[in-house]
């Protein structure tokens, strides 16, 4: 099946940083997603974005469909950036839609 | 907001028992999804639906299942409770008769002892 791998698993920036989180896909997907989940657990959508670019305050999204990743950026990190990012592929099946999870990176922000 | 109830948001039973965990959305969307979080796994798909009564199998679906009698609510079964099910469990919908994006519920906490 379908194979999903963020990177890194884990990082620690200090307020303020930039960083780059990577998500590889190892088939063609229909949809493709980026979430945050905060320390209470619950999960926040950041982007839908299937392919292009996209941009939401310090947060930004690409994905080159063609060539199989998505990058998330989070610029100016803050301490409620902390939490665990998760990357989501729509499989492109017909007559499927099922969304596979990568494992996600964990992001500590430090004050 | 999706509009997405899960309930209950903490259960803690015992191996062997049943238990029932309930989605209930109010916005009429025809695709719902149970996944469970685990560390070192992320979220996987046990079974999700796209329609009443219509039902299909995730990446790791044994040892549970699933019913859908009206579009707003998708229960998730597990017969028989061992402790290897042990997780926290979110329900999630899909817009898909607009942009197909993926909503998460809050999510349920079961402990099998």
């Known amino acids: 099946g379908i194979q999903v791998e963020q990177s890194p698993p884990d990082l620690i920036l200090q307020e303020g940083a930039n960083s780059t989180l990577r998500c590889n896909f190892s088939d063609s997907v229909n949809n493709l997603q980026w979430f945050h989940q905060n320390p209470w657990g619950q999960l926040i959508n950041l982007f839908y974005i299937p392919s292009g670019t996209k941009q939401n305050g310090r947060l930004s999204a690409t994905t080159v469909a063609t060539e199989r990743y998505s990058l998330l950026y989070i610029s100016s990190s803050q301490t409620t950036d902390s939490g665990v990012y998760f990357c989501?592929?729509?499989?492109?099946?017909?007559?499927?839609?099922?969304?596979?999870f990568g494992t996600g990176t964990r992001l500590k922000v430090l004050a | 907001d999706a509009g997405i109830t899960q309930s209950p948001r903490h259960k803690v039973t015992e191996t062997g028992t049943p238990v029932t965990l309930r989605c209930h959305q109010t916005?009429?969307?025809?695709?719902m999804y149970w996944y469970r979080q685990d560390p070192g796994h992320g979220l996987r798909l046990i079974h999700y639906s796209y329609g009443v009564k219509d039902t299909d199998k995730g990446e790791v679906s044994d040892g549970y299942s699933v019913s859908r009698s009206k579009t707003e609510d998708f229960l998730l079964t597990l017969e028989s409770a061992t402790s290897s099910q042990t997780s926290v469990y979110f329900c999630?919908?899909?817009?898909?008769?607009?942009?197909?994006?993926?909503?998460f519920g809050e999510g349920s906490r079961l402990t099998v002892l």
């Open positions: 916005e009429n969307h025809r695709y």
């Open positions: 999630a919908i899909s817009e898909r008769d607009n942009t197909g994006e993926l909503f």
């Open positions: 989501a592929v729509e499989l492109p099946t017909s007559g499927t839609y099922k969304y596979i």
